[in-house]
């Protein structure tokens, strides 16, 4: 079977050595398309907290192993940004009968969201498409908040905030000291993922958040950038997305098959949207988000019409 995922440790990345960042490549051989995905530790005096768990329980070990010198005499904490299967599925590493037992940290919906039919089904239906996953069991969190939580780890802080629009459980964690934003999956290079309509207006309002705490550093999930500049490029492509769907509202309303071509219907191409980002080609999986990004914010507007 050939190799479907590998990890490293990013130097550097993280802009402070009390935190350190792992790259994910998952590359399965029969799709061209490859996914990149980032988790981070953060070490802090008291705690070493581990931000999201990547694909399966062995990038876990992988990641554990990497953090042979900071764990004695502090206690490791596990957080989810939320329950997509590129953050959350190494959870199962830290079951309480596992080898390393912590406590699971993440927002009440990621727990419902863990225990759900779907994301079982999902489970099963890659477990049958990649060997990767033969050992995930989908592990909920332990501990959950819905407001905000806060981490006191001594010499580093470790807010935990609701960040939602990709997914209605998606957080984001900020550290004051270092000024340093993860944003996870709330923000991403090229174009952010809205979950669905309901996410639209969320996500616009997490960016803007996001900005007025004045980042210096931005880690995302998927895209290896670290500016603050792509949280404000993110957040100008979701308002000129809500105008040009506001704009064609205006003057018809799409049918449901219409909405599926969003952006030929709004006349506005992903090669439009790429257009001031360097070293970008287009690409068949933003391409369709960026569809899928428009539809989202059609039919939040369409509803807020309808009211
Ligand atoms: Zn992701």
Same mark, same amino acid.
């Given at each position: 079977?050939?190799?479907?995922?590998?990890?490293?440790?990013? &130097?550097?990345?993280?802009?402070?050595?009390?935190?350190?960042?792992?790259?994910?490549?998952?590359?399965?051989? %029969?799709? *061209?398309?490859?996914?990149?995905?980032?988790? +981070?530790?953060?070490?802090?005096?008291?705690?070493?907290?581990?931000?999201?768990?990547?694909?399966?329980?062995? %990038?876990?070990?992988?990641?554990?192993?990497?953090?042979?010198?900071?764990?004695?005499?502090?206690?490791?904490?596990? $957080?989810? *940004?939320?329950?997509?299967?590129?953050?959350?599925?190494?959870? @199962?590493?830290?079951?309480?009968?596992?080898?390393? @037992?912590?406590?699971?940290?993440?927002?009440?919906?990621?727990?419902?969201?863990?225990? *759900?039919?779907?994301?079982?089904?999902?489970?099963?239906?890659?477990? =049958?498409?990649?060997?990767?996953? =033969?050992?995930?069991?989908?592990?909920? &969190?332990? $501990?959950?908040?819905?407001? *905000?939580?806060?981490?006191?780890?001594?010499?580093?802080?470790?807010?935990?905030? &609701?960040?939602?629009?990709?997914?209605?459980?998606?957080?984001?964690?900020?550290? &004051?000291?270092?000024?340093?934003?993860?944003?996870?999956?709330?923000?991403?290079?090229?174009?952010?993922?809205?979950?669905?309509?309901?996410?639209?207006?969320?996500?616009?309002?997490?960016?803007?958040?996001?900005?007025?705490?004045?980042?210096?550093?931005?880690?995302?999930?998927?895209?290896?950038?670290?500016?603050?500049?792509?949280?404000?490029?993110?957040?100008?492509?979701?308002? @000129?997305?809500?105008?040009?769907?506001?704009?064609?509202?205006?003057? =018809?309303?799409?049918?449901?098959?219409?909405?599926?071509?969003?952006?030929?219907?709004?006349? +506005?191409?992903?090669?439009?949207? $790429?257009?001031?980002?360097?070293?970008?080609?287009?690409?068949?999986?933003?391409?369709?988000?960026?569809?899928?990004? $428009?539809?989202?914010?059609? =039919?939040?507007?369409?509803?807020?019409?309808?009211?």
């Amino acid at each position: 079977m050939p190799l479907q995922n590998t990890l490293r440790i990013v &130097p550097e990345t993280g802009g402070d050595p009390r935190v350190r960042v792992f790259r994910c490549l998952f590359a399965p051989p %029969d799709e *061209s398309e490859h996914l990149e995905v980032d988790a +981070y530790a953060l070490i802090t005096d008291r705690y070493v907290a581990l931000l999201d768990t990547l694909l399966c329980p062995e %990038d876990m070990a992988f990641v554990v192993e990497q953090l042979h010198d900071v764990l004695p005499g502090r206690q490791l904490l596990v $957080i989810n *940004s939320h329950a997509d299967w590129d953050h959350a599925w190494g959870n @199962s590493y830290f079951s309480h009968n596992g080898q390393v @037992s912590a406590p699971i940290i993440a927002h009440s919906h990621c727990f419902t969201r863990l225990r *759900s039919a779907e994301a079982q089904a999902e489970l099963d239906e890659y477990q =049958q498409r990649y060997a990767v996953f =033969q050992h995930v069991v989908l592990l909920p &969190p332990t $501990i959950t908040f819905t407001h *905000s939580l806060t981490l006191h780890g001594g010499d580093l802080t470790l807010e935990l905030l &609701p960040a939602p629009g990709h997914h209605a459980d998606h957080i984001a964690a900020w550290i &004051p000291e270092l000024q340093l934003l993860l944003a996870f999956d709330a923000v991403e290079r090229p174009i952010p993922i809205i979950g669905d309509k309901e996410g639209v207006q969320p996500m616009r309002q997490t960016l803007e958040h996001f900005l007025s705490l004045h980042p210096q550093r931005v880690l995302c999930s998927h895209g290896k950038t670290t500016t603050v500049a792509m949280v404000e490029q993110n957040l100008a492509y979701l308002r @000129s997305l809500e105008e040009r769907c506001q704009d064609f509202l205006h003057r =018809q309303k799409p049918t449901e098959d219409e909405i599926t071509q969003g952006a030929a219907l709004i006349n +506005y191409p992903f090669r439009e949207v $790429i257009a001031s980002m360097p070293n970008l080609a287009e690409d068949a999986f933003y391409t369709g988000v960026h569809d899928n990004n $428009i539809a989202c914010t059609l =039919q939040f507007l369409m509803t807020r019409l309808d009211k």
